[in-house]
């Protein structure tokens, strides 16, 4: 099984949006939970968002109700929206399919 690929991230200005977008492969897709994790410079890697096969949701507490976490099982695709950014949002966000970690995409949130 390939590792997965992210896309989208950049830089925005606070109070922005951005979409991060990861590619999974695999027959297991459908059936593996996936996930968003971030790393900050100096900290370490934090769970943002997760969603399971079924698509049951859970979320940072930082991150509640400003950003989703989707899927489409049919493209193997994971999704996460992310309003309302904040400058402490900036990170290296990394995408979890099964067991797969992918390289990772910069997200830099100016002030």
């Known amino acids: 099984q390939m590792r997965p690929v992210e896309s989208g991230g950049g830089l925005v200005q606070a109070g922005g949006s951005l979409r991060l977008s990861c590619a999974a492969s695999?027959?297991?897709?459908?059936?593996?939970?996936s996930g968003w994790y971030r790393q900050a410079p100096g900290k370490q890697r934090e769970l943002v968002a997760t969603?399971?096969?079924?698509?049951?949701?859970n979320y940072a507490d930082s991150v509640k109700g400003r950003f989703t976490i989707s899927r489409d099982n049919a493209k193997k695709m994971v999704y996460l929206q992310m309003n309302s950014l904040k400058p402490e949002d900036t990170a290296v966000y990394y995408c979890?399919?099964?067991?797969?970690w992918g390289q990772g995409t910069q997200v830099t949130v100016s002030s």
């Open positions: 979890q399919t099964g067991v797969s």
């Open positions: 969603i399971t096969s079924a698509g049951s949701t």
């Open positions: 695999g027959t297991i897709f459908s059936i593996s939970p």
